[in-house]
């Protein structure tokens, strides 16, 4: 039966295909190679055959060379390429040798490393070290050769990456590589390109790390940002304080020469090591190991919950600042780099307010306020890393008048409030988007802004129409998401909508429209990509708020409206464009990776190959947008850091499987897990804080954590739902072999959890019961794509029993989620009703029912 209906559903490749531009920037000729970070320039060479690009036959004959004696660091370099070289393509060759003594034989291929100031007279302790300038480098191939080229060190070691990619990404055979010709001229966007890692809730050990700084080289990220404290844990050795790593949980924790073998092994690879000590917040392993030192007295036992926790360090209690002075001079002569992370967020200032001592100490001091605190007690932390040749960072929370000049801040809070920072006259890294630890679409990362952009927030005109509404989302964990957004219909031109989160600066609507009862638009927030699903009727909002992958249910009420004669609302957005001065306080950004959810046992998968994405943000022209470009990139380097970097992203899922399936399932295992995705944003969180106790107590070994951020295969399904206007018109030459292969997939699991569920007693009972909805969901993905390609709508009657179906397969599973049934449930909205106003106006456009801004209702109608 299912396979009978797929084969109806692989009759779309008879159809007629329309043609599909590429859009916002992307590369247009194929024989482009998929490099990831994408060169600022890269010009193909046509060899002397017409339309041939292919000039180069790299093997082992091929002669690596040096036209300048190389530095330690450069040679270590290309040893490393050549080790690559032999597992990437089985290419082995001979040790780097000068090049002035190659015999002038013109057979003979050379492969020429030229580094400039090999006498860099950089400081590379300093924030001036990490220039674009220094990281520029030039890349050509032709008859002749490969040469590689820069004035400085980092750059070479760039080059060296590039060129290692276009190596792993060619379809040659082992023993040798055919590279195109080409030419590349290269550099960074932004100098502070940043891979935050939490060793503090999870440990993870060095050879773990090692590999990760590695996946930061190659994706030319040049920051390794350490957080090696919280409230869970201390994580480095201290003489000073000993018991703060011998309370460290499991006894984990980083020997002094383990921290110098790690800051060595980045320097290495073109990367800075910045530790982030957490003062004066998330300080429970402090107050474990050393309450006196706390605000308010203890015992405090070992944290192991995850959260804001109370403990804070006593601004008023001289031995804070003793303690401050040692731990910072340890870390000063750990770390060389010029700048120390101090965390600085999320401080709750009970304890402080209720400390005697502290207030007395606020009345001397004439701090008024607990904010005013906390800058008084950064001032003294400035200070004593002044003492030491350190600059302070810290996070957004910093941010207080007063704060030191020299101090940077890095914002987990977005594009507008890094404006804020550039504007007081700090710099600034942004990493609100780039949390790798909440599972995300790739996409969504990229389209991350990292300059502040303006943005059309103008209010309703005279002659439009509009509704204004209030909604509140409750979460289990936290305070419901709130707010208003109006939607407004102009007299002339398409739809737009504003939305207002509470507390959130305006930002406009996309996609605003009404599919039959239910208005839609999307927007990106600091949840991830939040797609809404609402029926408005009379005063009264229900619906859904699709956050990342998973559902919120907002209920709400009408505000106020034009058809009410209502004043029309304003939106307040006073921010004045950056000055180029203040822009270029803007250094950059850094991947965020939090360890709740994160282990040894599967970091790779977490972070990698997404981490590319947000590189590539980090690195590439800003202009450079298109997501169909990225993705059809992410899979191909995702092959090659296995290979070239040893990643481990795919041992690590397939690991996760053999736990959980018998070795006979094992195909099967992956066959179901492909149609899966974690949980996104922190929904998994949230429902641990419901069902378990939100804690390091809590497994991971369940299936959710062993699946990638999101459903590759699935990909070009939601695509295209995605883009989907009216049915039978949308199948591209790009769209169509895409979404066949999604198909396929379904196909394929369907199959997979029949197997698995005749071997029910072999597998957790969590893996049977989503088995068991992923068969549904192929069913549905069959019957709906089937009838959208055939523009046939369903019965009244057939429709009701089709949602009936989708309806328990919506929302969270065993913190999964199943990806298609969004899709699903988008193109049955638009087959449905899309026809029907076809019906109504007697046109197949469609038009009417795209043309609604304003949701139909008895007492509200807008035609």
Same mark, same amino acid.
Not at 194 to 203: C, I, K, N, T
Not at 342 to 351: K, L, T
Not at 593 to 617: C, G, H, Y
């Given at each position: 039966?299912?396979?009978?209906?797929? $084969?109806?559903?692989?009759?779309?490749?008879?159809?007629?295909?329309?043609?599909?531009?590429? *859009?916002?920037?992307?590369?247009? #000729?194929?024989?482009?190679?998929?490099? @990831?970070?994408?060169?600022?320039?890269?010009?193909?060479?046509?060899?002397?055959?017409?339309?041939?690009?292919?000039?180069?036959?790299?093997?082992? !004959? %091929?002669? &690596?060379?040096?036209?300048?004696?190389?530095?330690?660091?450069?040679?270590?370099?290309?040893?490393?390429?050549?080790?690559?070289?032999?597992?990437?393509?089985?290419?082995?060759?001979?040790?780097?040798?000068?090049?002035? %003594?190659?015999?002038?034989?013109?057979?003979?291929?050379?492969?020429?490393?030229?580094?400039?100031?090999?006498?860099?007279?950089?400081?590379?302790? $300093?924030?001036?070290?990490?220039?674009?300038?220094?990281?520029?480098?030039?890349?050509?191939?032709?008859?002749?050769?490969?040469?590689? !080229?820069?004035?400085?060190?980092?750059? &070479?070691?760039?080059?060296?990456?590039?060129?290692?990619?276009?190596?792993? @990404?060619?379809?040659?055979?082992?023993? /040798?590589?055919?590279?195109?010709?080409?030419?590349?001229?290269?550099?960074?966007?932004?100098?502070?390109?940043?891979?935050?890692?939490?060793? *503090?809730?999870?440990?993870?050990?060095?050879?773990?790390?090692?590999?990760?700084?590695?996946?930061?080289?190659?994706?030319?990220?040049?920051?390794?940002?350490?957080?090696?404290?919280?409230?869970?844990?201390?994580?480095?050795?201290?003489?000073?304080?000993?018991?703060?790593?011998?309370?460290?949980?499991?006894? #984990?924790?980083?020997?002094?020469?383990?921290?110098?073998? =790690?800051?060595? /092994?980045?320097?290495?690879?073109?990367?800075?090591?910045?530790?982030?000590?957490?003062?004066?917040?998330?300080?429970?392993?402090?107050?474990?190991?050393?309450?006196?030192?706390?605000?308010?007295?203890?015992?405090?036992?070992?944290?192991?919950?995850?959260?804001?926790?109370?403990?804070?360090?006593?601004?008023?209690?001289?031995?804070?600042?003793?303690?401050?002075?040692?731990? &910072?001079?340890?870390?000063?002569?750990?770390?060389?780099?010029?700048?120390?992370?101090?965390?600085?967020?999320?401080?709750?200032?009970?304890?402080?307010?209720?400390?005697?001592?502290?207030?007395?100490?606020?009345?001397?001091?004439?701090?008024?306020?607990?904010?005013?605190?906390?800058?008084?007690?950064?001032?003294?932390?400035?200070? =004593?890393?002044?003492?030491?040749?350190?600059?302070?960072?810290?996070?957004?929370?910093?941010?207080?008048?007063?704060?030191?000049?020299?101090?940077?801040?890095?914002?987990?809070?977005?594009?507008?409030?890094?404006?804020?920072?550039?504007?007081?006259?700090?710099?600034?890294?942004?990493?609100?988007?780039?949390?790798?630890?909440?599972?995300?679409?790739?996409?969504?990362?990229?389209?991350?802004?990292?300059?502040?952009?303006?943005?059309?927030?103008?209010?309703?005109?005279?002659?439009?129409?509009?509704?204004?509404?209030?909604?509140?989302?409750? +979460?289990?964990?936290?305070?419901?998401?709130?707010?208003?957004?109006?939607?407004?219909?102009?007299?002339?031109?398409?739809?737009?909508?504003?939305?207002?989160?509470?507390?959130?600066?305006?930002?406009?609507?996309?996609?605003?429209?009404?599919?039959?009862?239910? %208005?839609?638009?999307?927007?990106? $927030?600091?949840?991830?990509?939040?797609?809404?699903?609402?029926?408005?009727?009379?005063?009264?909002?229900?619906?859904?708020?699709?956050?990342?992958?998973?559902?919120?249910?907002?209920?709400?009420?009408?505000?106020?409206?034009?058809?009410?004669?209502?004043?029309?609302?304003?939106?307040?957005?006073?921010?004045?464009?950056?000055?180029?001065?203040?822009?270029?306080? @803007?250094?950059?950004?850094?991947?965020?990776?939090?360890?709740?959810?994160?282990?040894?046992?599967?970091?790779?998968?977490?972070?990698?190959?997404?981490?590319?994405?947000?590189?590539?943000?980090?690195?590439?022209?800003?202009?450079?947008?298109?997501?169909?470009?990225?993705?059809? +990139?992410?899979?191909?380097?995702? #092959?090659?850091?296995?290979?070239?970097?040893?990643?481990?992203?795919?041992?690590?899922?397939?690991?996760?499987?053999?736990?959980?399936?018998?070795?006979?399932?094992?195909?099967?295992?992956?066959?179901?897990?492909?149609?899966?995705?974690?949980?996104?944003?922190?929904?998994?969180?949230?429902?641990?804080?419901?069902?378990?106790?939100?804690?390091?107590?809590?497994?991971?070994?369940?299936? *959710?954590?062993?699946?990638?951020?999101?459903?590759?295969?699935?990909?070009?399904?939601?695509?295209?739902?995605?883009?989907?206007?009216?049915?039978?018109?949308? @199948?591209?030459?790009?769209?169509?072999?895409?979404?066949?292969?999604?198909?396929?997939?379904?196909?394929?699991?369907?199959?997979?959890?029949?197997?698995?569920?005749?071997?029910?007693?072999?597998?957790?009972?969590?893996?049977?019961?989503?088995?068991?909805?992923?068969?549904?969901?192929?069913?549905?993905?069959?019957?709906?794509?089937?009838?959208?390609?055939?523009?046939?709508?369903?019965?009244?009657?057939?429709?009701?029993?089709?949602?009936?179906?989708?309806?328990?397969?919506?929302?969270?599973?065993?913190?999964?989620?199943?990806?298609?049934?969004?899709?699903?449930?988008?193109?049955?909205?638009?087959?449905?009703?899309?026809?029907?106003?076809?019906?109504?106006?007697?046109?197949?456009?469609?038009?009417? !029912?795209?043309?609604?801004? =304003?949701?139909?209702?008895?007492?509200?109608?807008? #035609?």
């Amino acid at each position: 039966m299912i396979k009978n209906t797929l $084969t109806g559903l692989l009759a779309l490749a008879c159809l007629p295909l329309a043609k599909a531009e590429t *859009a916002n920037h992307a590369p247009h #000729d194929p024989r482009i190679p998929a490099l @990831i970070p994408y060169p600022q320039q890269v010009e193909l060479q046509v060899g002397l055959e017409r339309n041939q690009s292919s000039a180069l036959r790299l093997d082992q !004959s %091929t002669r &690596l060379c040096f036209t300048i004696p190389p530095t330690p660091r450069v040679s270590a370099a290309s040893a490393r390429f050549r080790e690559r070289l032999v597992r990437q393509q089985d290419i082995q060759l001979d040790a780097a040798t000068d090049c002035s %003594t190659l015999t002038d034989d013109s057979a003979l291929t050379r492969l020429v490393l030229t580094v400039e100031n090999t006498a860099d007279d950089h400081d590379e302790t $300093t924030l001036a070290a990490l220039d674009t300038k220094r990281e520029s480098y030039h890349l050509r191939i032709n008859t002749d050769g490969v040469q590689v !080229s820069a004035k400085n060190e980092p750059g &070479l070691l760039h080059g060296l990456q590039t060129l290692s990619q276009l190596i792993g @990404i060619s379809d040659s055979k082992p023993g /040798y590589s055919e590279l195109p010709a080409l030419k590349i001229l290269d550099y960074p966007r932004f100098r502070w390109r940043g891979l935050m890692l939490d060793s *503090a809730r999870h440990f993870f050990s060095v050879d773990t790390i090692k590999r990760q700084l590695d996946g930061m080289a190659a994706s030319k990220l040049n920051v390794f940002h350490w957080h090696l404290t919280d409230d869970q844990g201390w994580r480095l050795e201290s003489k000073a304080y000993p018991r703060l790593h011998e309370t460290a949980p499991g006894g #984990d924790y980083y020997s002094r020469e383990q921290v110098r073998e =790690i800051v060595r /092994y980045a320097r290495d690879r073109g990367i800075v090591v910045v530790p982030e000590i957490d003062m004066p917040g998330h300080a429970s392993a402090i107050a474990h190991a050393y309450p006196e030192l706390i605000s308010a007295p203890g015992p405090y036992p070992p944290e192991d919950r995850w959260g804001v926790h109370k403990p804070l360090l006593n601004p008023a209690d001289p031995a804070v600042y003793e303690f401050a002075e040692k731990i &910072l001079a340890e870390v000063a002569d750990l770390f060389p780099f010029e700048y120390v992370h101090i965390g600085g967020d999320e401080v709750d200032p009970a304890q402080w307010l209720n400390n005697p001592q502290i207030r007395e100490y606020m009345n001397q001091h004439q701090l008024t306020d607990s904010r005013a605190l906390h800058n008084d007690f950064n001032h003294r932390l400035a200070e =004593i890393l002044a003492r030491h040749g350190r600059k302070m960072i810290g996070w957004d929370e910093i941010l207080h008048p007063g704060l030191a000049p020299s101090a940077a801040v890095q914002s987990w809070r977005g594009p507008d409030a890094l404006g804020d920072i550039a504007r007081a006259g700090h710099f600034g890294i942004l990493s609100t988007g780039f949390y790798l630890d909440q599972p995300q679409y790739a996409g969504y990362h990229y389209r991350n802004n990292i300059l502040p952009r303006p943005t059309d927030v103008t209010a309703p005109r005279a002659g439009a129409q509009w509704q204004t509404w209030a909604f509140s989302a409750p +979460r289990k964990r936290g305070s419901a998401v709130s707010g208003h957004f109006t939607l407004i219909k102009p007299e002339t031109g398409p739809a737009r909508g504003i939305m207002v989160f509470a507390g959130k600066r305006p930002q406009p609507l996309n996609n605003v429209s009404q599919i039959g009862p239910y %208005t839609t638009f999307s927007l990106d $927030t600091w949840m991830g990509p939040l797609t809404a699903r609402l029926q408005l009727q009379k005063n009264t909002l229900e619906g859904e708020f699709l956050v990342g992958n998973a559902p919120y249910h907002p209920s709400g009420h009408l505000l106020a409206s034009s058809a009410n004669e209502d004043t029309a609302p304003t939106f307040t957005d006073t921010d004045t464009p950056l000055t180029s001065a203040q822009a270029d306080r @803007i250094l950059g950004g850094e991947v965020a990776l939090w360890s709740e959810m994160v282990t040894e046992q599967n970091i790779d998968v977490k972070l990698w190959p997404r981490a590319f994405a947000v590189a590539e943000r980090l690195w590439s022209n800003g202009e450079l947008r298109n997501e169909d470009f990225l993705y059809r +990139r992410l899979h191909t380097i995702s #092959d090659w850091t296995q290979t070239a970097t040893g990643l481990q992203h795919r041992q690590q899922q397939s690991a996760a499987l053999e736990q959980l399936f018998p070795d006979p399932l094992l195909p099967q295992a992956r066959e179901l897990a492909a149609v899966l995705e974690p949980a996104h944003y922190y929904h998994r969180h949230h429902e641990k804080s419901a069902s378990e106790t939100y804690s390091r107590r809590d497994p991971l070994d369940r299936l *959710a954590d062993s699946l990638p951020a999101e459903s590759v295969a699935l990909g070009p399904l939601r695509l295209f739902a995605g883009q989907s206007k009216l049915p039978g018109n949308e @199948i591209t030459d790009e769209t169509h072999p895409a979404l066949e292969s999604s198909l396929m997939q379904l196909w394929k699991s369907h199959r997979a959890a029949s197997t698995i569920l005749q071997s029910r007693n072999t597998v957790p009972a969590e893996v049977t019961s989503i088995a068991k909805l992923a068969q549904q969901q192929s069913e549905l993905a069959f019957l709906v794509v089937e009838r959208y390609l055939d523009t046939t709508p369903f019965s009244p009657t057939e429709e009701v029993a089709l949602r009936n179906r989708l309806q328990p397969l919506k929302g969270i599973h065993h913190e999964m989620i199943l990806p298609a049934v969004p899709a699903l449930e988008r193109l049955l909205d638009h087959l449905q009703h899309s026809s029907a106003d076809r019906s109504n106006t007697g046109s197949g456009t469609g038009s009417k !029912s795209a043309a609604r801004a =304003i949701p139909q209702g008895k007492e509200h109608e807008h #035609d």
